[in-house]
């Protein structure tokens, strides 16, 4: 079982004193979470300047030059599956802790271009080609990013694997208030005039800086010990690990399906709510804020409940449902008077069913996969939901409610989501019984 080769790493770690025990799991979750949190943090400021960035690098109307800025956001997703594929392959056989390394190098790489991009009116069409370049490695880095980060994880320690995993996703979620915030520090600092010219570039120098950092962390961790167990029978090829995963990875897929909604709806949320609800942009910045903070309280708080009282089962199936029946109430209730304070609610509520799916859906995927090949299955799995269902749906969520009018037109997608999630758990329960087993 897979569970059990995740155990291996705790069992053998059980002879070390405390002192060093807390100290190493401390390091092992600093290391994870510094490239979950640089992800996070240039995707969102991505697409919370995305209406900068249309102006600056697309010369078309607003809302034409906001969906073209939006496709390239989508775009990059499609290099996720590959780099899933090449860097996991890379870590099941050279090690978690060298595609973790891997992963944060080319991330910081694509921030610098962004952030050192000249504007379309100095270099004409070779500005958005280099926008989009940069988020194509951005993507093919991000492919295996969570992937590796949760497997590096959960096979430190099993017993806690759940609340390990909600501290790795706590750190995108912190990542969400950085880049809120420094939205609106930006906002309110500068002039319209001097954000489009320059300021807008910050953040995404301050991510080429943290990735060298972050670097360094990671390649002054331990590798786990599971890893080093399967390293002498490590495969060395896709078609290999495919052969053996890929129904699995298919359904994990879907599993992923409804939080990868959830998260990019949080992206979406500040344009929409300038662009459709008529809302100062300061406001969408805040409820962010909001949202970035419930996921870094909720996240190692669902990992605990489903670690020491809920089955994967249960708790999966309350926050898929949670999520289905609450989407559309709370964006109707929202159009009919919109305000701050009703979009913070909004955001914490589903921002809470969102932590307790995924960190589920990814204590799944570490008890499905085996160790020989896990990191490429567990990556496989995550891209390709990012890929499908989180890459366009900042597009999806606009072209919907531009071609309705409907501001709540975005919860048909999240509810689309769901739907189409709850028939691969039902597939997964008779063939895998830990699924439904508490603790």
Request: charged share 15%; with cysteine.
């Amino acid at each position: 079982m897979a569970g059990s080769e995740t155990d291996e790493g705790q069992a053998r770690a059980e002879g070390a004193a405390p002192g060093e025990r807390k100290t190493g799991k401390l390091r092992t979750l600093i290391a994870a979470g510094i490239g979950t949190a640089l992800e996070g943090f240039d995707m969102v400021i991505f697409a919370y300047m995305a209406m900068v960035i249309a102006k600056v690098f697309f010369p078309a109307s607003q809302t034409n030059a906001l969906l073209m800025t939006f496709a390239v956001f989508g775009l990059s997703f499609v290099a996720r599956p590959l780099g899933a594929m090449v860097i996991g392959v890379y870590g099941d056989w050279r090690g978690r802790r060298a595609a973790l390394s891997l992963t944060l190098v080319l991330m910081g790489l694509g921030s610098l271009m962004i952030g050192l991009m000249p504007s379309h009116a100095s270099i004409g069409i070779l500005a958005p080609i280099g926008i989009l370049a940069a988020r194509l490695l951005q993507g093919f880095a991000a492919g295996a990013e969570q992937g590796s980060a949760s497997v590096f994880v959960a096979e430190q320690d099993g017993r806690r694997r759940s609340e390990r995993i909600g501290w790795m996703l706590a750190a995108f979620g912190l990542t969400g208030v950085l880049a809120a915030g420094a939205s609106t520090l930006l906002a309110v600092s500068f002039t319209p005039t001097a954000l489009e010219e320059w300021a807008w570039r910050l953040p995404f120098l301050f991510g080429a800086i943290v990735a060298p950092i972050g670097w360094y962390i990671r390649r002054r961790t331990e590798e786990t010990e599971a890893f080093k167990t399967a390293e002498k029978t490590a495969p060395k090829s896709v078609r290999e690990i495919l052969g053996k995963n890929l129904g699995r990875i298919l359904v994990v897929m879907f599993l992923y399906s409804p939080g990868v909604a959830i998260t990019y709806l949080m992206i979406y949320l500040p344009s929409h709510s300038v662009a459709s609800l008529g809302m100062a942009p300061a406001a969408g910045y805040a409820a962010g804020l909001a949202s970035g903070l419930t996921l870094g309280v909720c996240a190692p708080l669902m990992g605990l409940i489903r670690d020491r009282f809920l089955s994967s089962r249960t708790l999966w199936l309350f926050s898929t449902l949670a999520i289905g029946l609450m989407v559309w109430p709370l964006f109707v209730w929202l159009a009919a008077a919109p305000s701050l304070e009703r979009l913070v609610v909004l955001q914490i509520a589903l921002t809470i069913a969102s932590a307790a799916q995924t960190v589920t859906t990814t204590t799944i995927v570490n008890d499905i996969f085996p160790v020989r090949g896990r990191l490429t299955a567990a990556s496989l799995s995550s891209a390709a939901a990012f890929t499908l269902f989180g890459g366009f749906a900042p597009l999806i969520y606009s072209a919907l409610t531009s071609s309705t009018g409907d501001p709540a037109a975005p919860s048909y997608y999240v509810i689309l989501t769901v739907i189409v999630a709850l028939p691969p758990l039902f597939w997964l329960l008779p063939r895998f019984p830990a699924i439904g087993a508490r603790g």
